[in-house]
């Protein structure tokens, strides 16, 4: 299956056929800071339950910022996956692995805007924030596919052309 698509240059998704794993629609429009008008949809972010390593699979919000990664909506990812990081408290473990999936998806915004520096140094922070890391998996996300595209973003000062995280036990 494929997902969407964005080259170095390009301003919004393609979107192609998508795994989708949430009921909520996706946005109209990638939004960009200074380009586009902010989204006023802030549901993503009200009354958000912290997310946990064995009972991530109920949360609409997490499965929510993955459909949103992966179509190439990346602020809209980050906004989500920040509700859920400040439900965990902003610090400790979880907090940080969340706080990983943010930095990879604000990557992905910097590219968008063609800010090849902001995308290194917020792929270079995901890469920190994994390293204590053990696991394989967190909240059904392979962090070896988010260490690796988080790798390319920081060496290449670009995302790769497809990024897609699959949710999986």
Same mark, same amino acid.
């Not at 429009?29 to 946990?52: N, Q, W």
């Not at 090849?116 to 596919?145: F, K, M, N, T, W």
């Given at each position: ?42 549901s993503a972010a009200t009354g958000v339950a912290p997310l946990s390593s064995d009972g991530w699979q109920a949360s609409e919000t997490h499965r929510y910022a993955v459909d949103l990664f992966n ?5 809209? #990812? ?9 439900? &965990? *408290?902003? %610090?400790?473990?979880? !907090?940080? =692995? @969340? ?6 998806? #604000? ?9 090849? &520096? *902001?995308? %290194?140094?917020?792929? !270079?922070? =995901? @890469? ?24 390319? !973003?920081?060496? @290449? ?13």
């Amino acid at each position: 299956l494929d997902c969407c698509r964005l080259t170095r240059h390009s301003k919004q998704p393609t979107m192609a056929a998508t795994v989708r794993y949430s009921s909520r629609p996706l946005p109209a429009y990638a939004h960009t800071p200074g380009k586009t008008r902010r989204p006023t949809d802030e549901s993503a972010a009200t009354g958000v339950a912290p997310l946990s390593s064995d009972g991530w699979q109920a949360s609409e919000t997490h499965r929510y910022a993955v459909d949103l990664f992966n179509a190439g909506f990346w602020w809209e #990812a980050h906004e989500a996956w920040e509700a859920l990081w400040i439900a &965990a *408290g902003r %610090r400790g473990p979880e !907090a940080d =692995c @969340l706080k990983a999936f943010i930095k990879l998806a #604000a990557a992905g915004v910097k590219q968008r805007e063609g800010r090849d &520096a *902001g995308v %290194r140094r917020h792929a !270079a922070r =995901c @890469l920190d924030l994994l390293e204590p890391c053990a696991e394989q998996r967190r909240y059904g996300i392979s962090l070896d596919a988010v260490r690796g595209f988080a790798r390319h !973003a920081a060496t @290449l000062g670009h995302t790769p052309e497809v990024m897609r995280l699959t949710l999986a036990d």
